[in-house]
């Protein structure tokens, strides 16, 4: 049977608009905005949602070293050894289906992020994994740093997962920082600290920024190349982030890697440095994660290292491999499958799969993250 040309090029057109149709979009340089009905949200909910992040902003100093200042300056010996920046006022994006459905504030404003850093860090170590650097994450770091840093009876049991799930109780001094000096106990002397007894390591669970950046410095001993260069060529570039997004370490994180003086990054901004970056570019990273590691057709980082970064650690329900997840409840009212970066100010990256839903907030008043969430899904409509 013929078709003629008329029917040939309808049918054409009918074939590749349902196919296109039936696409996961994915933002170009211009990332394209839907109003919120056509997505099924609620736009007066919405400009609640937006209402809410302005009035709650973060009571966090504006001059960032005054608030790390006070935040951690009980710590002995503590100071800020990495740059730091005055922030901005509260900002934020909320993408559905990939697409932008609100935004406030200056989302192109780069602004410290604190340890939101962390789950890109942990994405840099999905990558070697993926690329075989590592062979698992069960296997002891001392077989992949052989420089002494994991020496002893106590260090040399850690493994990847231990840094990765903050479990490791690394017993040492990096970067002239001691590991019992970050976010010591609110009793007891310096004595007392210093010589604790050692928990086993993937037993107990301590926010501890020495030791995330033990895991940046093993790291940068397997990839042999700085970070941010992994991190921009192997996530950031394919995804189109912007240019002006830097991660830093300290004045004095400097190593010798291959006869080249590297930066060995900070995981946070505990004490400086850390990664810098927009509103829009934390969006992009989230969504990424969103779309399971895959970016137009390309798979960035391996469907099992999401998978596997939202597993809940033994030593700690509800933190994964430095992605905080909801299996406690935190969020209240919230899917239990959400997951987030979080950072000090009030930095958030919330991924909710359910609902095909990216957040970005930044200086929310950090105890309000809950009922922020809340608002967001109550706009969804049925």
């Given at each position: ?61 504006i001059d960032l070293r005054v608030a ?154 397997v990839w042999r190349k700085p970070l ?155």
């Amino acid at each position: 049977m013929k078709i003629s040309t008329k029917a040939f090029i309808f049918f054409t057109f009918l074939f590749v608009f349902f196919t296109l149709s039936g696409q996961t979009y994915y933002p170009d340089k211009n990332w394209k905005t839907k109003k919120p009905s056509e997505v099924g949200m609620n736009a007066d909910k919405l400009k609640s949602v937006i209402d809410y992040a302005l009035k709650n902003e973060n009571s966090v100093d504006i001059d960032l070293r005054v608030a790390n200042t006070k935040a951690f300056g009980r710590e002995p010996n503590f100071r800020i050894l990495g740059p730091m920046k005055k922030r901005g006022k509260p900002a934020g994006l909320i993408l559905k289906n990939g697409y932008i459905i609100a935004k406030w504030g200056d989302v192109d404003r780069v602004d410290m992020t604190f340890s939101v850093a962390k789950s890109y860090l942990s994405t840099v170590a999905g990558l070697a994994v993926d690329a075989q650097l590592i062979n698992n994450v069960d296997e002891k770091v001392d077989k992949y740093v052989t420089d002494g840093t994991y020496q002893g009876p106590h260090n040399s049991k850690i493994t990847w997962r231990h840094l990765l799930t903050q479990s490791s109780d690394w017993s040492g001094s990096l970067f002239d920082i001691e590991d019992w000096a970050d976010r010591p106990p609110k009793k007891g002397t310096i004595d007392d600290w210093k010589n604790r007894k050692l928990n086993e390591p993937g037993t107990f669970f301590k926010y501890n920024d020495v030791r995330v950046n033990l895991l940046a410095y093993s790291l940068l001993q397997v990839w042999r190349k700085p970070l941010p260069v992994v991190l921009k060529e192997k996530i950031m570039d394919p995804i189109g982030a912007s240019t002006t997004w830097r991660w830093y370490g300290y004045k004095n994180s400097f190593v010798n890697v291959d006869g080249i003086m590297m930066q060995s990054v900070s995981g946070g901004g505990h004490f400086g440095g850390g990664i810098f970056i927009n509103t829009l570019d934390h969006a992009r990273f989230g969504l990424l994660f969103l779309r399971q590691g895959k970016w137009k057709g390309k798979q960035l980082i391996s469907k099992e290292w999401i998978q596997a970064a939202r597993v809940p650690s033994k030593a700690r329900k509800d933190y994964g491999f430095m992605w905080w997840l909801n299996s406690q409840e935190s969020m209240k009212g919230i899917s239990k499958n959400v997951y987030s970066a979080k950072g000090f100010g009030g930095n958030f990256i919330v991924i909710d799969e359910e609902n095909d839903l990216v957040v970005v907030t930044r200086w929310l008043n950090s105890r309000k993250l809950g009922e922020f969430m809340k608002l967001v899904t109550d706009a969804i409509e049925d």
